[in-house]
Structure formats: structure tokens, C-alpha cells
């Protein structure tokens, strides 16, 4: 996998769209200078956490004794229900606010919505699969935090744009993307194994 397929990968994961009408209600009833800064500090600690288990993660899988095979297996299962929910949301799904004048700080806009459980296996996978491509890792991590960045801090422009209906295309358009990725990592694993 080069650079710019893992960064498209990553950022499918990351899936801003998805998270656009989470953070808007989340947010709703913070002032608008004051949400910039939410935002910002929100997404600055989930790429810390994202690098944390970027460069931790292959020290995690040997303490753990976990092989190739099986580590890209399961993160392509992983992809696999992420883009099925992505193609067919869940009702309601996530979209609760906070109290009037809560402040929502780590949990759960930086953890789990940018730094879940699927962007941290499949940073872990990236850094199992190829230790010695960590810096081509890292910049498709800063790649695609940047773009979800730029896209959650101007969402109201972003929405007002697509609006409610091409949103939701996008996020199932990213979910087949994301799909598909899945699938040839299941396949790349099941092969890597078979030989």
C-alpha cells in the first residue's frame, strides 16, 4: 500500500461526513468563536492518540504475539462492518447533544468519533505490515487528519453546500470506497496465509 492509498484509507475511516451531523449537535449550543477552539483542541488530541498507537502498535502486537496474517484479517473485517454501517446507517445513531453549557472534552468527539477503535486497528495494522515505512505512515495519518480537520471546522459551509441528502451519498459513497478496501485486505491476508 503506498502513501496517498493509505491516507485515502484513513481518512475513509475517519469518516468527517459521518461525523459532520454528530459534532453540529454536539456543538450547538457552544458559541461559535468558542466551538472553533472545541473543534480544534478536539482534533489535536485525537491525532495525538492516532500517533501514540501509530508508533506503539507493532511493540503492542508482538507483546501480544499476534502475526501478519491475522492482524490484516481482522482489520479487514473491522473496514467491513464500519463501511456496511456507513452504507446502512443505524436510526438515530450517535446524535445526542451535552447539557446546556457542557463542554465536551476528549470523549466523544476526539475518542471515539476521530480516534476510534477502527482508525487505531488499522494504524496498527499499517505499522505491522511495514515498520520501516513509519514516516510514509505518519504523513498519510497528518494527510488525512488534515482534510477530516478542515472539513469538520468549516462544516456549517460544508453543509449548507451539500446539504442533509448529498451528505448522506457521500458518507455511502465512502462507505463502498471503504468496502472494497476491506474486502482486498481480507483477501491479501487470506493469501499471505495460504502461502
Known amino acids: 500500500m503506498d502513501t496517498i492509498s493509505a491516507a485515502v484509507m ?3 475511516i475517519m ?3 459521518g461525523n459532520l451531523p454528530i459534532f453540529t449537535s454536539m456543538l450547538k449550543h457552544i458559541d461559535k468563536k468558542r466551538r472553533r477552539i472545541v473543534i480544534i483542541r478536539e482534533l489535536l488530541i485525537a491525532l495525538v492518540v492516532m500517533l501514540l498507537f ?6 503492542i502486537l508482538s507483546f501480544l504475539g499476534l502475526n501478519n496474517e491475522a492482524v490484516s484479517i481482522s482489520g479487514a473485517i473491522i473496514l467491513f462492518l464500519i463501511a456496511l454501517k456507513m452504507i446502512f446507517p443505524p436510526e438515530g445513531g450517535l446524535g445526542a447533544s451535552l447539557g446546556a453549557g457542557e463542554e465536551p472534552l476528549i470523549v466523544p468527539l476526539a475518542i471515539p468519533l476521530m480516534a476510534g477503535p477502527s482508525i487505531i486497528a488499522a494504524l496498527i495494522l499499517l505499522a505491522h505490515q511495514a515498520p520501516e515505512r513509519m514516516g510514509d505512515w505518519s ?3 497528518v494527510g488525512a487528519w488534515a482534510a477530516s480537520a478542515v472539513i469538520l471546522m468549516f462544516s456549517e459551509i460544508f453543509e449548507r453546500i451539500v446539504g442533509k441528502k448529498g451528505l448522506e451519498a457521500l458518507e455511502r459513497l465512502m462507505g463502498m470506497l471503504l468496502l472494497m478496501i476491506a474486502v482486498q485486505m481480507f483477501l491479501d491476508g487470506i493469501q499471505s496465509y495460504l502461502t
Do not use: Y
Not at 54 to 59: D, N, P, R, S, Y
Open 15 to 17: 469518516d468527517p461526513m
Open 139 to 141: 504523513i498519510a495519518l
Open 54 to 59: 501509530l508508533f506503539a502498535g507493532e511493540k
Open 10 to 12: 484513513l481518512f475513509l
